[in-house]
Each structure stands twice: as structure tokens, then as C-alpha cells.
């Protein structure tokens, strides 16, 4: 009996290898970048999310909540000086016995709601700038009040010709100036831009 044996095609040890070694490389490629672009868009998410925080607050101060008697203003406090600050914002009410619009820890002013900026971002600066004359300066905190009924937006204790500016920045980039960042922006008429610089 004649036995015919067919050749048996198959991959060699070193094409194996080669293979394997595409893969691996390939694997490292995208999840090394994976974290980069996770952070990316946890930027994206808290920026997004400021900004529809200033439009939640502006539309507090115009509906019946601003009605209350004991309530003058409702703001956005920000405070980039310690680590805990600078991961948080708080929403606050302003009592009618303020006279002025900024917030203060004090019993005259009440805290709404503290809301922690997403995980992996931070607030690297805020900026208050001026648009007549055209002058910027740095800041470790801010108040931004809406005042009912139109409303009028306060900058601290100015309301006219001022933008305040957050500046938003990855948290492990330690908010260096070749970090990625985004800016959110609202000026004394309400109104909110974010932009990449």
C-alpha cells in the first residue's frame, strides 16, 4: 500500500512572530493615545458643561425663583487657589441685604449647589478682562451674578464692559502653556462663547 502524503501548507515560526509583533504594535498605537484622548474629551464635557451651568443660572435669576423676596441675585462662584477650589464651582443665592453682587462664605450669601468640575480637569486661570479701555488681568477667584429681571450680569462688583474668562485645563498637564485648554467666556450682557483660546 502506496501511502501519498500531501504537502501541509502553514505558517512558519517567523511568520508567526511577525504577525504577533504587527498586533502588539498596532495594540500599543491606539492604547497608548487612548488616555490622551479620554482627557481630551473630559475637557470638552466640562467646558460644555460650565457653559450650560451660566445658562441654567441666567435662567434661574429670570423665572419665579428670583421672585423670592430674600433673593437679589443668583451666581456662579470660582476659586483657583487650593486643589479642592480649583476641581469645584459653586451655584449661590444672594441675599437681598447685599448690597453688592460678589459672593461670600458668609451667612448672607447661600449656597445652591457645589458641582465638581469632571475628574482629570481643573481650573487653571481665571481672567477678567476689560473691553473699553482693552486691558486682561489674572484672578484667584470670581463671582459672575445674574441680577434679575433682565438680567444684569455682574463681574465681581462691574457690570459694564467686562468679560470674565475660566480657563479650563487637563489636571495632569499642570496647566502649562503647551497644555491643551478651553475657554469659557461670558460678558456683562449674559452672553456664553467656549472657545480653544
Do not use: W
Amino acid at each position: 500500500m502506496n501511502k501519498i502524503f500531501k504537502k501541509q501548507n502553514g505558517l512558519t515560526m517567523i511568520e508567526l512572530l511577525t504577525v504577533m509583533s504587527i498586533i502588539i504594535i498596532l495594540t500599543s498605537v491606539v492604547f497608548g493615545n487612548y488616555k490622551i484622548g479620554n482627557n481630551t474629551q473630559a475637557l470638552d464635557r466640562a467646558a460644555q458643561k460650565l457653559a450650560q451651568d451660566f445658562r441654567r443660572v441666567n435662567e434661574m435669576s429670570v423665572s419665579g425663583k428670583a421672585m423670592d423676596s430674600t433673593i437679589n441675585a443668583y451666581g456662579i462662584y470660582f476659586d483657583k487657589t487650593t486643589t479642592p477650589n480649583s476641581k469645584l464651582y459653586i451655584v449661590y443665592k444672594n441675599n437681598k441685604n447685599v448690597s453688592n453682587y460678589t459672593y461670600s462664605s458668609s451667612d448672607s450669601d447661600v449656597i445652591a449647589e457645589t458641582i465638581d468640575i469632571e475628574r482629570g480637569v481643573k481650573i487653571c486661570d481665571i481672567l477678567d478682562r476689560i473691553t473699553t479701555p482693552a486691558s486682561e488681568s489674572s484672578a484667584d477667584t470670581a463671582s459672575v451674578s445674574f441680577v434679575p429681571p433682565e438680567p444684569v450680569v455682574y463681574m465681581d462688583a462691574d457690570y459694564t464692559n467686562h468679560e470674565t474668562v475660566i480657563k479650563l485645563g487637563i489636571e495632569s498637564d499642570n496647566c502649562v502653556s503647551t497644555a491643551k485648554f478651553k475657554y469659557i467666556k461670558i460678558n456683562h450682557v449674559g452672553r456664553v462663547d467656549v472657545a480653544n483660546q
